[in-house]
DNA sequence: GTGGTCTAGACCACT
DNA sequence: GTGGTCTAGACCACC
């Protein structure tokens, strides 16, 4: 797998890293027990200072996505955390209110909005 | 106007009060000329610190939706075009990027996704 | 770059800041990419509080003069136009009628206005 | 004379009922010994609190624009204050540094920005 | 180490 | 009473 991190954004580099590796491990690119990049490569890789990509890795365990075998590295699991319904309402939820107030103010009009997020998601599904 | 805030919550709280002012101004809930609650009393209100409001209130300065008169008050301001077609639309998609990485792992499909915006869209309009 | 403010004077202390960054960066002295100096850095050489170091440094953040990395530090961002024509003509205008009304008391014809602007016009050029 | 001010502007409010008064003094607009509206007529004829008319009387009778006369009024007074040509230069210089500083970062040349100057006070000159 | 947020409390400018 | 600035110091997020 192709990690990618962009240092201008404003997402952190921690959060880029566990996203697409979610994604990757959910999309079955990263199948149960495949080893993933050990952290100072992936370091170095991404020109980033290893402290980084350990945090990822160590959010990814702890959430149970990864597992850590104690000198051999970092692998995917066989768990997966799932959140409940209502729990997944309530975040989806509450990203689209923070989403929908920060562009209130931006002169767009609810189609245009929605026009947006479908090219958007579109471009997503074209590059999976 | 109601305004609330949740200390416990990862959004810091002057961006909780930006948020909601924007939204009540977009949603005409707040008319052009209408005085908002003054910077020591929303702060006592919230039980929260005078700067924090005044820092949400002179960012909404800025971006143009609020006017600050100095020594009576700040109210909601004239609609203006602050930013460049440019800066708005990388606002907008800086905004939408975050949305959609922070939904990605709630397991949403496209279709989904669309739909929920859509409605909460169209809850909106129904508001106004 | 030499940053210096006057405690004194009745501009405060971070708008003096800004003036200077702003200066050095439109005059080519900090250049795209540079870094600033941190923050409580630049706060204990200026015998200041690091609060309103960075109260300074986010406003030129948000008007797309600095770029700030969390955890690495702030930079001379690219050139990128955020506000709209009629947003820059608004600010033009309020600052030049701040300034002739700070000017008009001091007896300056305006033939002289003009050649001191002129003047000082011209010595930028010159350092740049 | 006709006094006016505007309430959204960035000036104070007493502040440009100096600005005017002065002006009207220096020329000629206004004879010495005329007298100037009550403090309260003022106050009701801009619809601003009298205690802002006040202060911007209190503070030209200080510096001698004016003389108040116990129970009658105030008045133009006979002597004139003039600050030393060093201190003249010196505010001027200051005043234009700070306009320079505002105006670097948008975007107008400096041909423009003397145009600007130019035409604003060719359309001063023109109303007086 | 970096920047970002928040508090408590002071003082100033303006109406 | 209003908003604006500044300080001192704390705690958090990120690298």
Redesign the interface.
Known sequence: MQIKVS??????IY?QII?QV??AV?AGELEVGAALPSVRQLAEELVINHNTVAKAYAELVREGTLESQHGRGVFVAKRRIV?SAAE?KR???S??????????????S?EQ??A???A???S??ATE
Do not use: C, M, T, W
Request: hydrophobic content about 45%.
């Open positions: 240092l201008g954004g404003n997402r952190p959060k996203d979610r994604q959910s959140f997944r975040r989806f939820h990203a689209l209110d923070v989403f929908l107030a920060d562009v209130s103010v931006l002169g767009y609810a909005i929605q947006e997020v479908a958007k998601l579109e997503f599904a």
